[in-house]
């Protein structure tokens, strides 16, 4: 009894012999022809097909998975407006295992992102605003652009930190009426970095060590480079009084002005609205006569915003200074020390939100 196919099989393996006997003797492209129930298929249309499948599966198919996923984004940051009752925008910049030919790209802080980010606080003037934030920084001039344009929005701000926003990102963090942390969530230093591709970026601060170190002895681009951060330095330090200029300390959880009943550097003083059993606080924010505060529950407007401007001073130094390396992490913790009006509170939604951008590298797995 005849098996079903055999025909088909031989007539295959004849063909395929055929054309690779062809092949292995340096015959013409002519002879590449392969007769399967009486259709003839050349060697060329075999590759055109195996082309095909590679361009649809290595251009198309990655499209189509990020259309999913956004389509999948859009509908969770629909979900958190409705929530919050705000205006949410992401600006996320994680490299991402859907690309080209798989092929990740670095993202950071750049003049689109500004243009992007601005369109979007132009539109939503009447509304709250709440920026989920996850970035390792990024170009200086945007980062200034969405800063002051997040700080000049007449409705409340917040800037949402699930992971990380270093250098520019803390800068726009700065900006805000409000810090959403992550408990393990960290922000950085906004020290300037400099340099060229030829010497790489270094912190500005490091640049102008060099010049001071060697004086006379240090060549041309040194000179150049440190002149470049002392000037970079005036302008991140400029912006960032100006972006905590009318932001009051946050209180520490005590709440009070100590044992002493002296009045801190905010010149704030304790919850009773007095300032403790010495009285009247000087321009200095410290407490010199008996008696109760002018105002209830500050020790003084002259005092108040004197001491507001000498925490504006230390905030700044320490994030701008290069007292730090630009890569140290600043615990969400940390960040409340320094007064920032940080909130650890953190919306469970936006890590779920966080779970639809896959990452490049896939070295961590574990059953959910």
């Known amino acids: 009894m005849p098996i079903p196919g055999a025909s088909f099989q031989e007539k295959f393996q004849e063909n395929f012999q055929e054309i690779?006997?062809?092949?292995?003797?340096?015959?013409?492209?002519?002879?590449?022809?392969?007769?399967?129930?009486?259709?003839?298929?050349?060697?060329?249309?075999i590759l055109t097909l195996l082309f095909l499948f590679f361009f649809l599966y290595a251009v198309i198919y990655p499209q189509w998975q990020l259309k999913v996923i956004r389509m999948q984004r859009q509908a969770r940051l629909k979900g958190m407006e409705k929530r919050w009752g705000s205006k949410v925008l992401t600006m996320i910049h994680r490299r991402e295992s859907i690309s080209m030919f798989g092929i990740p790209a670095y993202q950071f802080i750049d003049e689109e992102d500004a243009e992007q980010v601005l369109r979007w606080i132009r539109a939503s003037r009447k509304y709250p605003l709440d920026l989920i934030l996850h970035t390792p920084g990024g170009q200086l001039h945007a980062s200034i652009q969405i800063a002051r344009a997040l700080k000049k929005h007449p409705k409340k701000t917040r800037v949402i930190i699930p992971h990380y926003s270093m250098s520019g990102g803390t800068m726009i963090a700065l900006a805000a009426d409000e810090i959403v942390m992550d408990k393990d969530a960290v922000i950085g230093p906004i020290d300037p970095q400099i340099g060229d591709f030829v010497r790489g970026l270094y912190p500005a601060p490091s640049w102008i060590y060099a010049a001071d170190t060697k004086k006379e002895k240090a060549d041309d681009s040194t000179l150049v480079m440190s002149d470049i951060s002392r000037k970079s330095l005036k302008l991140t330090r400029k912006v960032a009084k100006e972006l905590l200029a009318d932001k009051p300390k946050k209180a520490n959880k005590a709440g009070k002005a100590g044992k002493s009943g002296t009045a801190d550097k905010a010149g704030r003083v304790d919850d009773a609205g007095i300032a403790g059993s010495s009285g009247i606080a000087d321009?200095?924010?410290?407490?010199?006569?008996?008696?109760?505060?002018?105002?209830?529950?500050?020790?003084?407007?002259?005092?108040?915003?004197?001491?507001?401007?000498?925490?504006?001073?230390?905030?700044?130094?320490?994030?701008v200074s290069g007292e730090m390396i630009h890569i140290t992490p600043l615990s969400a913790e940390e960040a409340k020390q320094l007064g920032l009006n940080v909130n650890t509170d953190f919306p469970p939604e936006v890590h779920e939100f966080m779970t639809f951008f896959r990452p490049a590298k896939m070295n961590v797995e574990y059953v959910e």
């Open 283 to 319: 321009s200095s924010g410290a407490v010199n006569e008996p008696g109760i505060a002018d105002n209830p529950g500050m020790a003084g407007k002259a005092g108040y915003d004197q001491g507001r401007d000498i925490w504006v001073d230390e905030v700044v130094e320490k994030l």
């Open 20 to 45: 690779f006997g062809a092949i292995f003797k340096g015959g013409s492209g002519r002879n590449f022809l392969a007769a399967v129930d009486s259709t003839t298929i050349s060697l060329w249309d």
